[in-house]
């Protein structure tokens, strides 16, 4: 049986990969951090007594910057695959906390590839690259040759992390695959970021909860995925001769305001938009209520507009490409929500 270590594994990639691998029959080890309150919502579903007294699914206690633990974690699974996907994952926190930032998404990196390193083991690992190593281009779409320019410490932190990756491919030949996987999103997203914050106020708004949503930049547009989807790409990164770059992304872009036009419409309410900038609001065409409205306080210093993803290299290397419009994606996320918000 295969072993694979995912790190981030209560996260929404890592809950969905997790799953992925426990569906290909690989004892799936995670790491989890302790936290003040309960974490692990996100793969509770997989937590069954099966998979647990099976050793299907080991979870251990570890943190990303304690690294005498993480390297006896490492030796003592000895895993064939390791996902590494925690970190600070939010872009516009980075620029309040650029230190942690830099240190769980840039320097666990290199603990981990030196680990690796050291063991002298063929291990192979996925790194959790991004979009944002890009910055803010002019014009899309980006490809695996695109050069970098991140705009923000998280960015710059995913950027250091995958030199690195490259670094210890070439020249200590390690098996390393890059991810630069574009925005996935899903039910398990969390709600900081904006399309679950749409999706969730979408949902309780349909429950009868009616207050106004207030985004940040509704001009602000991004390359959507379903990150069931994406998951499946990072697995056929592992699975491939050698490791490599790949950039996972549907090539679509879709504005804020076009996300939050689609999740309202899966709960019947047509959004009308009028005004401009921080004046700007979204009424129900019907009734005219105020159902978005605009807060500076969630306007970012440099706000990407052109992050346009080709993916043509995973579709022609590996056989992905993506399912879900972003317009689709909007719809079964509200779906999930509205069953969830009915459910409480
Ligand atoms: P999430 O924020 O949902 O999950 C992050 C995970 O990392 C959680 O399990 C979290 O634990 C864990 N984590 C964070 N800090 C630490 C730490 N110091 N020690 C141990 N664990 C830690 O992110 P996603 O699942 O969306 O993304 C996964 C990875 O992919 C991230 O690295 C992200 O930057 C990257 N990425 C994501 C994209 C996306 O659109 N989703 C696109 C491109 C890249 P806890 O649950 O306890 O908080
Ligand atoms: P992003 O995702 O920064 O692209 O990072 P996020 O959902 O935070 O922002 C997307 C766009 O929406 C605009 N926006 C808002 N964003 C948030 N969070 N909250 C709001 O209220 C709001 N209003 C408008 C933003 O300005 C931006 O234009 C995600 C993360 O998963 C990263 O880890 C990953 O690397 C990148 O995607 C690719």
Redesign the pocket.
Known sequence: MKKALITGITGQDGSYLAELLLNKGYAVHGLVRRASAYNRTRIDHLRTDENLANGRLVLHYGELNDLTSFHRLLHKIEPNEIYHLAGQ????LSFEIPEVTCLENGMATLHLLEAMREMKTDVRLYLAG???IFGAPQAGPQTELTPLDPRNP?GAA?AFAFNLGKIYRESHGLYVANGI???HESPHRGE????R?ISMAAARWAGGQKAPL?????D???DWGYAAEYVEGMWRMLQAENGADFVLATGVLTT?REFARAAYAAIGVELEFAGAGPTEVGRCARTREIVVTVSPR???PV??TH?LGDATKAREVLGWSPQTAATDLAKLMVETDVARVGAH
């Open positions: 994952s939010h872009v516009g991004s979009s944002e998280y995913k996987l574009y925005n900081n970021f904006v399309t914050k207030e985004l940040g930049n509704l602000g547009c991004r804020v969630f306007y970012r706000d990407a992050l």
